[in-house]
């Protein structure tokens, strides 16, 4: 009689194993391949160019690959093998969760800036210790429990964390906006001429006219280049910074209705009158700036405006790049140096089609399209918005763009090298003197913006350069403009052109600065537009309904959480929307205008100020009615919930109102001009409690 042989203990047959696999598959596939992106796009979005429609089933397609791939291997594999797979796995799954939601160091802002990885150390040592507890704990637990008790811990743990993230996917995508088209401004024919007649506007962003007088004070020999020109050194901007900038110098028509942004572009595009003028002259006119200075109402006006959904070029190349900018988030420290990069790298992905305002890109597509094209058109109006004297200083004094940083000067000379070289072009081919050239900036940069270079040469101009003292406005530009077209420029806004403005005049000129997210404030002056201090605010124009902002009763306490975002009404400049339980302040400065219920006659209220994440270290200032109240440098770490409590004097409540201002020293004040939702992230507040009260402000 034969002995009967031992027979080996499986872990249960394939459709076990498939089952086991699939789960924790699943979880490892969901986590990385598609959480992992869109809880990232999700957090990001206002700062992104593309829409979760165009990387959502990039993302889905690639978890897919991943649940199949992971599934089928631990299907195949048997006995212990299978069972040092799944422990491997899970556990690879928990160090993501684990390094995701709680143990990213801030390295800073990707915005090109190198990372000093060596100043981590420590910090790697302790990251790295984590990753091996996730990893290793699962696996001892495998061998010494057996694979009967641990598989259906890992997989109610794998469901958990996909329901979890789920959920969370959830409310973030009911939250995200309805994606519709927009007007967006295409490079189609921005490098053709007319033979005959053009006006050309180069607009040189942030060139205060002490940058270009010290250039010019370097290079002398610019002289010959700007044959014709005038330089208007007493030029006041008509706006600052750019979002309230470039539509009065387009339009003239400052923002004073409440309402959007994009209602504001609504409006000037339908009341506009230059460019109505010059299409009735006879201009085909084409403007390279960015899309959001257009609106829909400028269709049959602008010939480069296209209606559109989305911008993607390249849409592998930018799954690609979001899944590098996942791998840099949920990798340990030690990796992380390989998925470093900056989020402008996924501008490469933007359809070649649409209008970027990049200086480098701009030249290289001009030399490509060798120079100018001269076509049949009567006449030509084109604007070319350059990135200029403006952060990050990338461009070299070729035009050509730097692997690493360059200066302010540097980068100014390399916008005027591009202009040189489509002047010249002008000149060899003969339509150089009976252009319209302007060369301006769109504000200055210094103290309030206000003095900024101006340059004008008007066709049939082909005298020696010179410079004029005039006292001129950016508001001048639309009544020139208007002129050339042949309009009655008197019905547009309050300028003249540029030309009928003498030297010795005395004039009262106007300015418009942003004074918060919600206010514009009107400035005039009779004195240099180099003078800043003799800028007197005349009127503010509010620009959020407040009639329809409940006065806050003391003692309440306001959120900032996605779900509730009580205190978000009363936040007018610097804070982004909110995001789960925050909202995140941003920029140079940020301001909120909080109307108190009955506040007490004298004495003091008490603001306490709860945040739960300082992205990037900072000195902060509070200041409550232009007295300040507070002060901090606050360390770039993540917090349950800190709390910062101060006093304010109820002397500085203006008709019964708390303006609370909040300057970030260590940001550029230059940032101001940048679009909302894209400044550098400070502070993410999720709390804000005021009451009455004479204690002593503390730092809790």
Not at 367 to 378: L, P, V
Not at 559 to 586: D, K, L, P, Q
Not at 641 to 670: C, M, R, W, Y
Request: aromatic share 12%; hydrophobic share 35%; charged share 20%.
């Amino acid at each position: 009689m034969e002995n009967a042989q031992p027979v080996k203990q499986s872990t249960g047959g394939w459709k076990r194993r498939f089952g086991f696999a699939a789960i924790v598959s699943a979880a490892l596939a969901f986590t990385l391949c598609f959480f992992g992106p869109l809880d990232l796009f999700f957090n990001n979005y206002e700062e992104l160019w593309f829409n979760l429609q165009d990387i959502l089933p990039g993302v889905a397609i690639m978890a897919l690959i991943l649940f199949a791939c992971g599934t089928l291997l631990g299907t195949l594999l048997r006995g212990k093998l299978h069972n040092i797979y799944m422990a491997l796995m899970f556990g690879g799954l928990l160090g993501l969760y684990v390094q995701g939601s709680f143990m990213n160091k801030n390295y800073g802002t990707l915005n090109g800036t190198a990372v000093d990885w060596s100043a981590y150390t420590g910090y790697g040592v302790i990251n790295t210790i984590v990753w091996v507890v996730c990893i290793a704990l699962p696996l001892v637990l495998m061998l010494v429990l057996k694979d009967k008790k641990m598989r259906p811990v890992l997989m109610f743990l794998s469901c958990a964390l996909i329901l979890m993230q789920g959920a969370s996917l959830v409310v973030s995508y009911v939250n995200y906006p309805e994606v519709t088209e927009s007007a967006t401004l295409t490079t189609d024919g921005i490098y053709d001429l007319s033979k005959e007649e053009n006006t050309i506007i180069f607009v040189v962003d942030t060139l205060d006219e002490a940058y270009f007088e010290d250039m010019m004070d370097q290079h002398p020999e610019y002289a010959e280049q700007l044959q014709g020109f005038t330089s208007y050194s007493n030029a006041l901007a008509s706006g600052a910074r750019t979002p309230v900038a470039l539509p009065l110098i387009l339009t003239g028509i400052p923002r004073t209705e409440p309402g959007t942004y994009a209602d504001y572009m609504d409006y000037v595009w339908t009341h506009q009158t230059v460019f109505n003028d010059l299409k009735d002259a006879g201009y085909e006119i084409r403007l390279g700036t960015q899309s959001r200075f257009v609106s829909t109402a400028a269709q049959g006006i602008v010939e480069n405006l296209e209606m559109s959904s989305s911008s993607v070029g390249n849409l592998s190349g930018l799954i690609r790049k979001m899944y590098k900018l996942t791998c840099y988030k949920y990798s340990p420290h030690i990796l992380k140096w390989r998925f470093w990069m900056s989020t402008s790298d996924f501008d490469k992905y933007m359809t070649e089609n649409e209008y970027v305002v990049n200086d480098a890109r701009f030249y290289k597509n001009y030399q490509k399209n060798d120079g100018f094209t001269y076509t049949d058109e009567d006449k030509c109006f084109r604007l070319y918005h350059l990135r200029g004297s403006h952060d990050p200083l990338t461009l070299k004094s070729d035009g050509t763009r730097s692997d690493g940083t360059t200066s302010r000067e540097e980068q100014t000379e390399g916008n005027f090298h591009i202009i040189f070289d489509m002047l010249n072009n002008m000149r060899e081919n003969g339509v150089y003197d009976n252009a319209n050239i302007f060369i301006i900036a769109d504000h200055g940069d210094n103290d309030k913006a206000q003095w900024a270079a101006c340059l004008y040469k008007p066709a049939g101009a082909t005298g020696k350069y010179t410079v004029s003292n005039a006292p001129v406005s950016f508001l001048d530009l639309t009544s020139t403009l208007d002129k050339i077209a042949g309009g009655d420029y008197t019905q547009v806004g309050s300028g003249r052109p540029l030309e009928d403005i003498k030297e010795n005049e005395t004039r009262t000129r106007t300015m418009y600065l942003n004074n918060g997210t919600f206010v514009t404030g009107m400035y005039q002056t009779d004195s240099h537009a180099s003078d800043a201090d003799q800028l007197k605010l005349v009127k503010e124009y509010q620009l959020q309904d407040a009639s329809s902002i409940e006065p806050y009763t003391l003692g309440t306490e306001l959120s900032f959480s996605i779900t509730e975002a009580t205190g978000n009404v009363y936040c007018t400049h610097g804070f982004r929307t909110a995001m789960g339980a925050t909202t995140t302040m941003e920029g140079h400065q940020s301001q909120m205008v909080i109307p108190i219920e009955d506040p007490p006659k004298n004495g003091e209220l008490t603001v306490s100020l709860t945040y739960r994440d300082v992205v990037n270290a900072t000195n902060m200032v509070i200041t409550a009615g232009g007295e300040q109240v507070f002060e901090q440098d606050m360390k770039a770490q993540s917090y349950e919930g800190e709390t910062i409590t101060f006093n304010v004097p109820v002397t500085t409540l203006k008709d019964n109102q708390l303006t609370l201002d909040f300057t970030f020293a260590d940001i550029p004040e230059s940032e101001e001009e940048q679009a909302e939702n894209s400044r550098t992230q400070t502070v993410r507040i999720s709390k804000l409690v005021i009451t009455a009260g004479d204690q002593k402000g503390e730092n809790n």
